[in-house]
T-cell receptor, first 110, second 115 residues
Framework: EDQVTQSPEALRLQEGESSSLNCSYT??????LFWYRQDPGKGPEFLFT???AGEEKEKERLKATLTKKESFLHITAPKPEDSATYLC???????????FGKGTMLLVSP | NAGVTQTPKFQVLKTGQSMTLQCAQD?????MSWYRQDPGMGLRLIHY???????DQGEVPNGYNVSRSTTEDFPLRLLSAAPSQTSVYFC??????????????FGAGSRLTVL
């Protein structure tokens, strides 16, 4: 059974204070690891897909990295508009469904 | 493009009532799915479909029915609502199935309360 564990559950940062969110996973064979952003009252919005260990992807202040057991979402010099819940999900080889973690709620204060 | 459209956005039901949550996408996506999101539980898959006429169960299918008669629509039916089905429901679709990575596009959600 695929499992995804995200930590911390909640994170409070000051504007400009860089940090990382963690996503640990177990899957029989990884087809893809996904990061989504979810704002309150809205549906999740796709950020990144990572396919293999060592891969990195960047978008503005966000950088996602992947190892064989975990992924990190690094947030550099965050701004208040980066406040959201960040979701991690995995898809196993041979399957079309995604398994999601419970998310990390990020609050960035000015 | 409207993307993934869910209706209604809010609904209150009494225990035992039935209703259908509607989901429509205009992106010609083959894959469609329904998730529920509860505090502390994350997103859990209810049912999914890899194409018209094909549906399958996810992690929490009990109490829900689906059908897929067209590529565009994937309604979720609650036959006899229970308070445990109070949740926020998300429909999601994808252009990629099979061997490809399944990048989901989500709707805005439907908040259901069962009294």
């Amino acid at each position: 059974e695929d499992q995804v564990t995200q930590s911390p559950e909640a994170l409070r940062l000051q504007e400009g204070e860089s940090s990382s969110l963690n996503c640990s996973y177990t899957v029989s064979g990884l087809r893809g690891l996904f990061w989504y952003r979810q704002d309150p009252g809205k549906g999740p919005e796709f950020l990144f897909t990572l396919y293999s260990a060592g891969e990195e992807k960047e978008k503005e202040r966000l950088k996602a990295t992947l190892t064989k057991k975990e992924s990190f979402l690094h947030i550099t010099a965050p701004k208040p508009e980066d406040s959201a819940t960040y979701l991690c999900a995995v898809q196993a080889v041979g399957y079309s469904t995604l398994t999601f973690g419970k998310g990390t709620m990020l609050l960035v204060s000015p | 493009n409207a993307g993934v459209t869910q209706t209604p956005k809010f609904q209150v039901l009494k225990t035992g009532q039935s209703m259908t949550l509607q989901c429509a996408q205009d992106m010609n996506h083959e894959y469609m799915s329904w998730y529920r999101q509860d505090p502390g539980m994350g997103l859990r898959l209810i049912h999914y479909s890899v194409g018209a006429g094909i549906t399958d169960q996810g992690e929490v299918p009990n109490g829900y029915n689906v059908s897929r008669s067209t590529t565009e629509d994937f309604p979720l039916r609650l036959l006899s609502a229970a308070p445990s089905q109070t949740s926020v429901y998300f429909c999601a679709s994808s252009y990629s199935i099979g061997a490809g990575a399944n990048v989901l596009t989500f709707g805005a959600g439907s908040r259901l309360t069962v009294l």
